[in-house]
């Protein structure tokens, strides 16, 4: 119930037929049918499916509704969620770093049309916060640009500290997009239930490390409208 639509992709258009799935860029953003977002995998926006899991897991503690008995409840559960894919294990040859700098671009361009959208109502500007659980040890140029021009546009940038287990504030081994240093990013490490342990996997560092959040045994929405930890 929490997922984003997008305005431009939804609802009439001027001949009566519904603009969702339609198979044209209606809102002529460059992405056809990005009705709840955009898989830079597939390069489309009809098949947001999550055959990996964790994306699901993640959406349901950051938005799960909860609203009924039985229903697990997220930490915001009147977000709004924007679903940009770029990682499917059973889609061979992805290139991962590509679909995520391009899901980073996307999110910057659809911030700004929804800033448009909310001022020409006298509304305030969007809050867009971007969560982001990938990542890897090698520098990218391209992937910190993009994070830093987020960051431009006034989006915040959640990102997974790793899980080499190894100290991030040494040379040769930071982990990446959390360790680019940029003022916009905020690093989060996993802690055990009691908040008193780094997990055995998780990466630390006193200077390149923000935030420690429960990250064990944690019991959230799975793919097929299930729950699991």
């Known amino acids: 119930d929490n997922l984003?639509?997008?305005?431009?992709?939804s609802g009439k258009?001027?001949?009566g037929s519904s603009k969702e799935f339609n198979n044209i860029d209606d809102d002529a953003n460059g992405y056809i049918d990005d009705v709840h977002g955009y898989s830079f995998v597939q390069n489309n926006g009809t098949d947001l499916t999550d055959n990996h899991s964790h994306g699901t897991h993640i959406a349901g503690i950051i938005g799960a509704r909860g609203t009924k008995s039985g229903e697990s409840k997220g930490v915001c559960p009147n977000v709004?969620?924007?679903?940009?894919?770029?990682?499917?294990?059973?889609v061979p040859n992805t290139n991962n770093l590509r679909n995520t700098v391009e899901s980073i671009k996307?999110?910057?361009?659809?911030?700004?049309?929804?800033?448009?959208?909310?001022?020409?109502?006298?509304?305030?500007?969007?809050?867009?916060?971007?969560?982001?659980?990938?990542?890897?040890?090698?520098?990218s140029q391209e992937?910190?640009?993009?994070?830093?021009?987020?960051?431009?546009?006034?989006?915040?940038?959640?990102?997974?500290?790793?899980n080499e287990h190894s100290n991030s504030d040494e040379k040769g081994k930071h982990y990446y997009p959390a360790d680019y240093g940029l003022t916009n990013i905020i690093s989060v490490t996993a802690v055990n239930k009691t908040e008193t342990t780094v997990l055995p996997s998780s990466n630390y560092g006193v200077r390149s490390v923000d935030l420690a959040a429960p990250g064990e045994n944690i019991y959230s929405t799975v793919p097929g409208g299930g729950y699991n930890l």
């Open 80 to 90: 709004s969620l924007m679903i940009l894919k770029y990682y499917d294990p059973k």
């Open 106 to 139: 996307y999110a910057v361009k659809m911030k700004d049309q929804l800033d448009k959208l909310a001022k020409a109502k006298g509304g305030p500007s969007v809050n867009m916060i971007i969560n982001y659980s990938g990542g890897g040890t090698e520098f």
């Open 13 to 15: 258009d001027k001949y």
């Open 4 to 9: 984003w639509t997008n305005q431009g992709e």
């Open 143 to 162: 992937e910190h640009d993009a994070v830093q021009l987020a960051g431009e546009h006034g989006i915040l940038f959640v990102a997974a500290a790793g």
